[in-house]
């Protein structure tokens, strides 16, 4: 790795920093991941507490948040949280946010109008809000300069006349998130794999969603790979074969858990995951047929 401070980590030629949303957001941990053995989250403790994990209220903490990349004098925009104002009765949680994102991001550095590109790694609801803003009453492009990526098995699956075959949590992020963007022909539909510029690629990482996606970073000697929800909490790095509740097809997104972790592990690519908290991001080892955390960074 180049160079890590408090503020910002730099990768070769790309700088990396995250804009949090929503910064203490409890889960259910036994529930969000209910295949884990009890006894892995009890012979972690030491580490996954209190940043991760909660042993007293069983509640694993995550954020919400985005990550920001400057790439080639490009700013680039992975993920974009809840967002305000939704009406989301799947997830009382995402209803009618009152956030100063916008703030965060002006504190980055980062004006609205100076984002070229927004990836969004798969189109849950928690990916895809600041997308959009409300103007007048109408959702309107919260970036009017960007191309938006969106991956196109997403959204087939998520959108017009699919109704009733989409969970309940996820039936109203497509109309004022998604469509917004495509009606303003700023959205680019892709699929396999996608390159933003020579350092950065998006690659099909399909089980949690269809079209769910990781970005790949590569410049100069330092790697990593921002993985969307292929990682909700780190004891998934311990159990790779255990999705989370949300996984659209668990075992599908388990192969692509195992798949991506392995290659982070073999070539010494840093893992940037959506949600985490603490620093947000780790290195890891293969132990076996699972892997292992070698550091936080």
């Known amino acids: 790795m180049s160079e890590i401070t408090e503020e910002q980590l730099v990768l070769g030629d790309v700088e990396v920093r995250r804009v949090v949303e929503v910064e203490r957001f409890p889960l259910p941990a036994r529930t969000i991941v209910p295949e884990v053995p009890d006894e892995v989250w009890r012979d972690n403790e030491e580490w996954l507490a209190p940043d991760h994990w909660d042993p007293g209220s069983g509640e694993a903490l995550a954020l919400m948040q985005t990550w920001v990349l400057r790439s080639e004098g490009r700013t680039v925009l992975v993920d974009t949280g809840i967002g305000n104002g939704r009406e989301r ?3 009382p949680a995402f209803e009618h946010l009152d956030t100063d994102y916008l703030d965060r991001l002006a504190a980055a550095g980062v004006r609205p109008e100076d984002v070229d590109v927004v990836v969004n790694t798969h189109l849950h609801g928690d990916h895809i809000g600041w997308n959009t803003h409300n103007i007048g009453g109408s959702w309107v492009p919260t970036f009017p300069n960007a191309t938006y990526l969106i991956p196109a098995a997403d959204h087939a699956f998520f959108g017009p006349g699919r109704g009733d075959a989409v969970r309940v949590d996820n039936r109203y992020g497509f109309a004022d998130s998604i469509a917004p963007v495509v009606r303003a022909g ?10 933003i510029d020579s350092h950065l690629t998006l690659e099909s990482a399909p089980g949690h969603t269809p079209g769910s996606s990781v970005l790949r970073l590569h410049s100069g000697t330092d790697r990593a790979v921002f993985v969307g929800d292929l990682l909700h909490l780190p004891v998934q790095v311990l159990e790779p074969c255990c999705s989370s509740d949300f996984c659209e097809d668990p075992k599908e997104a388990a192969a ?10 073999d070539e010494g690519e840093l893992v940037v995951p959506a949600h ?3 620093t947000g991001a780790v290195e890891v080892r293969r132990e076996g ?5 070698s550091r936080w960074v």
């Not at 858990?257 to 290659?263: M, T």
């Not at 047929?289 to 955390?293: A, D, P, R, T």
């Open 186 to 195: 700023q959205a680019v539909l892709w699929e396999g794999t996608h390159r």
């Open 276 to 278: 985490f908290a603490g």
């Open 89 to 91: 009765p799947g997830v």
């Open 256 to 265: 692509s858990r195992v798949r991506v972790l392995g290659r982070a592990a």
């Open 289 to 293: 047929g699972k892997f292992g955390i």
